[in-house]
């Protein structure tokens, strides 16, 4: 089994930075990608950006320019730097691995909080 843990979320004012990390652990055979989600109050679960193991990145229209996703691979962790906050970021993100062999595993989120 393979456990995701997410840290580094919390409140900040608008224009201001956060840097999520999500470490995995457990049996991991091989990474094919790992991103972040994000939901906010009455709102769909939304893709906000991934990576392949590779170094091919995408992300949501709405962060671009504004987020970098990056990955460790040696260390089986993705980083999230979010700058340029705004409320409308705010929402429990969620971190996400797709395994090579093995399915996918989600993280238990953590909550950014933006104010205004």
């Known amino acids: 089994q393979v456990q995701l843990v997410e840290s580094g979320g919390g409140l900040v004012q608008t224009g201001g930075s956060l840097r999520l990390s999500c470490v995995a652990s457990?049996?991991?055979?091989?990474?094919?990608?790992m991103g972040w989600f994000r939901q906010a109050p009455g709102k769909q679960r939304e893709l906000v950006a991934f990576?392949?193991?590779?170094?091919?990145?995408n992300y949501a229209d709405s962060v671009k320019g504004r987020f970098t996703i990056s990955i460790d691979n040696g260390k089986n962790t993705v980083y999230l730097q979010m700058n340029s906050l705004k409320p409308e970021d705010t929402a429990v993100y969620y971190c996400?691995?797709?395994?090579?062999?093995?399915?996918?595993?989600w993280g238990q989120g953590i909550q950014v909080t933006v104010s205004s």
């Open positions: 990576i392949i193991s590779g170094g091919i990145t």
């Open positions: 457990g049996s991991i055979f091989g990474i094919t990608s």
């Open positions: 996400n691995l797709v395994q090579t062999i093995g399915g996918t595993a």
